[in-house]
């Protein structure tokens, strides 16, 4: 009984951050999925034979987000008797029927009187103010609801600097602006709320969070985890193992690190602790192999399709850019649990506790067909994402209609009820994918407010200050981005703190860097704030994610994030790495050997730094080990980190290499000639 109230409660958890909070009544509940499924299909059609204008896609994107919170999620979490008629969770509201209504109405007015608009440009009247100044408090009302009140605190802290900027002190002073200006730019142009970020949520992401959403519906999540375990659950430690696989699986098409968590954790961390490890550590390889499920390509929490419309680039070269630090990042966590397992003197499963690795891939191997083909969609034929992610969405429902006809027939049930229960699948994960949507499109939409501020002017102070307080240090600088992202992330879903670090401080880092000739690409300075967003998910004392692990081993959350924090450090490297040698994120290499020997590489180095954080790589480190383990890390990620003080082997910076590679190696045989006479001596 108590695990199941861990679970639930965990469940819990991502109920709070998918919505669902309201038990509602019957046509209530046919009203939401109506809405959902109907949103669904307006996404699926724009991929198809919908043709709009960027500025309605937006615009209905941002009505069907609007429309689904307010009739979805509660005032507030708990019932307060003083709202009375204003909250209820068993019901429906009149109160939040007339915020949908008019939430609806306030979204769609742009596109509705886009001609009378265009004609005002910069001259707005008396109507457009008063609709733009609604826009912008129900929007940070659904925002707060959806998602909680850090981002629409930050947007009304940002949005009372800009207008009280005159009156602060000399080093904060800023011209300011007028009321008319700000709600021209922030609410009736693409400038602010339907600006970039919206529009690539409403373009791009919803398909690759739907077919998400529809792979895990149709039960994608369980075969990952179920081949994963019967793979590597075997070995030492090897519950822990099949969680890092079947979660970096589960990544590839999930954008939330809390659905990861629900999907994986509740298998794998009651099997981890079966083999003996604590319950803390088991959740807490859980949450860091699920936090980082959102670095995987090809969805990478949705903020990959926001980078490549920032940096100016085709998506896939975002992909190419974040391959080797997502897998390295993987293959680095896969290290830490056998040095865990080694270090607790584990065992793997026995083989009858394991699901049969046949029986699992020929169960479940056609959902790896919508998946490859997504890939050979966007890697060999080049199409663009939102055509390849309709493509293999359609493949997807193919695949469930003969997936729920074919378990019919075993069942002995009828054709027609196949057919039926394969549509109310397909429904089911519509609406998913619809439910899924609506706190990643409040965050774009909000996040457009900050962003349409600093376009008026802010930007350039904030530059200024920031460039101040890192006095010209990029590392200096790095670190202060790095921890702002992570203070952010702690209340903001991690598509939002991208967007809002990348328009204050990418340019800077860039900025910085060619100010003391040293050139880092704009790649590298957006995936340093994205990675440190993503590492707020378990970043105590908020870290929702921690909380859900927790919920389900039974462990105190504030340690299991600290040490899932801890598990993260090896991630928390890579985004430094990658800034100082770019090579990382193959900026401008175009050769496979070269390629993977720096992937090679990266791996290694990534290794010898989990080895020197976990005290352990053989056998428990001594203190001498340490140093050696961390200046080869950093030869093995940098070749040239040392060039000032050790010469190019070679007059080729990647011989270096060899020079890390020769450390590590050293370390290997001293702790081997330290255990063999341990072994000897007992």
Known sequence: MATGKKIESAENILKKETGELRDLLQHEQFLIGAIAVGWSLFQLSLASFLILDSVAIRAIHLAFAMALIFLNIPLTQKPRRFLGLFHATGRIPVFDYLLAIVGVG????????????????????????????????????ATRRSIGPALPIIALVFTAYSFFGPYMPSVLAFQGVSLTKYLNQIALSTEGIYGIPLGVSATIVFLFVLLGSMLDKAGAGQFFTDLAMALLGKYKGGPAKAAVVSSGLSGLVS???????????????????????????????????????????????????????????????????????????????????????????????????????????????????????????????????????????????????????????????????????SILLVGSGLQRGAKNMMAVGMACAAAGIIVGIVGMGLGGMITQIVETLAAGNIFLLLLITAIAS?????????????????????????????????????????????????????????????????????????????????????????????????????????????????????????????????????????????????????????????????????????????????????VFLIQKIRLRNTELAG
Not at 620 to 635: E, F, G, K, M, S
């Open 486 to 666: 992570l203070l952010l992330g702690m209340g903001l879903p991690t598509t939002a703190t991208y967007i809002v670090m990348a328009s204050l401080t990418a340019p800077i880092i860039v900025t910085v860097g060619n100010l003391y000739n040293f050139v880092i690409p704009l790649m590298s300075a957006h995936l340093f704030c994205f990675y440190f967003g993503i590492l707020a998910d378990d970043t105590p004392p908020v870290g929702l994610a921690s909380y859900a692990a927790a919920a389900i081993a039974g462990s105190d959350p504030i340690p299991t994030g600290i040490q899932g924090f801890l598990y993260d450090l090896r991630t928390a490297i890579i985004p430094f790495m990658f800034v100082f040698n770019s090579d990382l994120i193959l900026h401008n290499i175009n050769s496979w050997p070269l390629g993977i020997g720096i992937f090679l590489m990266a791996t290694v180095g990534a290794f010898a730094f989990s080895s020197a954080v976990q005290g352990w790589f053989i056998i428990q480190n001594r203190w001498y080990d340490v140093p050696l383990l961390l200046v080869a890390t950093v030869i093995l990620f940098h070749p040239l980190a040392f060039s000032d003080w050790v010469p190019v082997l070679f007059g080729n910076k990647y011989a270096n290499y060899l020079i890390g590679l020769a450390i590590v190696a050293f």
């Open 106 to 141: 306030v979204s769609l007015y742009i596109m509705l009187d886009r001609q009378g608009l265009a004609f005002r440009a910069g001259s707005p009247i008396t109507r457009d103010l008063v609709i733009g100044s609604f826009l912008i408090v129900i929007l940070l009302e």
């Open 255 to 421: 954008g939330s690190s809390i659905a990861n968590i629900v999907t994986t954790g509740t298998f794998t961390i009651p099997l981890m602790k079966k083999v003996g490890y604590p319950a803390k550590k088991a959740a807490a390889i859980e949450v860091a192999a699920s936090t980082d499920g959102q670095l995987m390509p090809p969805i990478m929490g949705a903020a990959a399709f926001i980078i490549a419309e920032y940096v100016n680039v085709p998506y896939i070269a975002v992909v190419k850019a974040a391959a080797i630090p997502a897998f390295v990042s993987y293959f680095a966590l896969f290290y830490v649990t056998h040095l865990e397992a080694s270090k607790l003197g584990m065992k793997g499963l026995m083989k009858e506790d394991l699901p049969d690795f046949f029986k699992v891939l020929k169960a479940g191997i056609h959902y790896l067909i919508p998946i490859s083909w997504l890939i050979v969609e966007l890697v060999v034929l080049r199409h663009s994402p939102e055509l390849s992610a309709y493509r293999a969405i359609l493949l997807l429902i193919a695949i469930i209609f003969y997936q729920e006809i074919r378990k019919s027939f075993q069942q002995g049930q009828s054709f027609k009820q196949a057919i039926i229960n």
